[in-house]
């Protein structure tokens, strides 16, 4: 939401510094029928400076800039109230009496969906200090999305800006749930796993059917060493590194032949070194339109996180996929679909292993 007007020659100063592309401001103003014919950052900053932009247009620009914050991270926790009447209203009320004194947030609103859902919205501010009011100062929002699962259970959604907030909600949480006894949470963390476990997750995550995308490339891998070990190493692994490449492209084959990754060698390896994975990146395409993402799925802070890392969209004018933070609504639908899967899957191999442990209990 814009809370303050820009000034255009704050615009412009954003076009020439590179941080709002040629073609997103080409694509906004094609929206409403205005056709600019140059690619030029400069050439298009003189031609916008006269136009009177609307709140709305400003809010697209302020999500189209080149910005990693303009990319949604999520993090998933259970929240529990024993015996309770009707969780939604319960929870409802718990984060009204809530105090975010002791956070960077404050409370926008509480928004109730339906029987549910409810909506709880933050809103903070980045001060960062530069020439270009448009970008020094940035109003950001959080919101936590909560979502019942059961007449005792909801799962809490974090759609932060940045990795750290996660850590600064869950301080929020805990001191909260202090003060009101009857909420308690539980986070979606790998500890509870045993090791095969953990490596199970991501094998039967990427098997999932997700409608109308593809499956292209593994982009990330992380490791961490088992606890117990010698030390708590952590490895990390990227596309961008040569020497982690091969590794990478064995992972890839193995999901695109639809064999296991716990089959692979390089896994097998990590496994007998007493490693497993936190965290793996994906990259997709679309099979509807024209456009790719890459998704992280890790457990970082103990917690459950699907984050949007990159996203590509289609250039008419160059025809090609160009890499740009793709709108905020269409980085909802994309998080959303990943997330609901990711937590299925935990769940469905956590009860498992509960079951296989009774199991061997009676035996």
């Known amino acids: 939401m814009v809370s303050k007007y820009i000034d255009n020659k704050e615009l412009k100063r954003v076009i020439e510094d590179g941080k709002l592309k040629p073609f997103r ?15 030029n950052p400069e050439q298009i900053a003189k031609q916008v400076y006269p136009i009177l932009w609307g709140s709305y247009d400003i809010e697209n620009l302020s999500q189209s800039l080149d910005d990693e914050s303009n990319y949604i991270k999520s993090s998933v926790v259970e929240v529990e109230i024993k015996k309770s009447d009707n969780i939604i209203d319960e929870l409802e009320d718990f984060f009204y009496n809530a105090s975010f004194g002791m956070t960077r947030y404050r409370l926008s609103a509480v928004n109730r969906v339906d029987d549910d859902q409810l909506v709880v919205k933050l809103r903070y501010t980045i001060n960062r200090p530069g020439r270009n009011e448009f970008i020094s100062t940035q109003h950001k929002n959080t919101d936590i999305i909560v979502r019942k699962v059961s007449d005792e259970k909801a799962i809490i959604d974090v759609r932060q800006a940045s990795t750290t907030e996660m850590k600064e909600i869950n301080k929020f949480l805990e001191e909260a749930t202090k003060k009101d006894t009857a909420v308690h949470t539980h ?53 961008e590194e040569s020497s982690a490449l091969s590794n990478l492209q064995g992972i890839t084959s193995a999901i695109l032949n639809g064999t296991s990754i716990r089959n692979n060698s390089f896994v097998q390896e990590c496994l007998q070194n007493n490693f497993y994975i936190t965290t793996m990146g994906y990259k997709f395409e679309s099979l509807s339109d024209l456009r790719k993402v890459v998704v992280e799925v890790n457990f970082k802070y103990d917690d459950l996180k699907i984050d949007i890392c990159k996203t590509y969209e289609y250039d008419s004018d160059s025809e090609g996929l160009r890499l740009h933070p793709a709108m905020l609504d269409i980085q909802e639908e994309i998080l959303k679909m990943f997330q609901e899967a990711a937590y299925e899957q935990y769940i469905e191999i956590f009860e498992r292993q509960k079951q296989n442990a009774q199991k061997a209990g009676v035996n």
């Not at 796993?193 to 982009?219: C, H, M, Q």
């Open 25 to 39: 401001i080409r694509k906004i103003l094609k929206d409403q029928g205005i056709i600019l014919a140059s690619n």
């Open 187 to 239: 986070h979606i963390t790998l500890r509870v796993l045993t090791n095969e476990n953990k490596i199970a997750f991501f094998d039967e995550f990427i098997k999932k059917n997700f409608a109308d995308w593809r499956f292209e490339t593994v982009t990330k891998v992380e490791l961490k060493r088992c606890e117990g070990s010698e030390d708590d190493e952590t490895r990390a692994l990227d596309e």
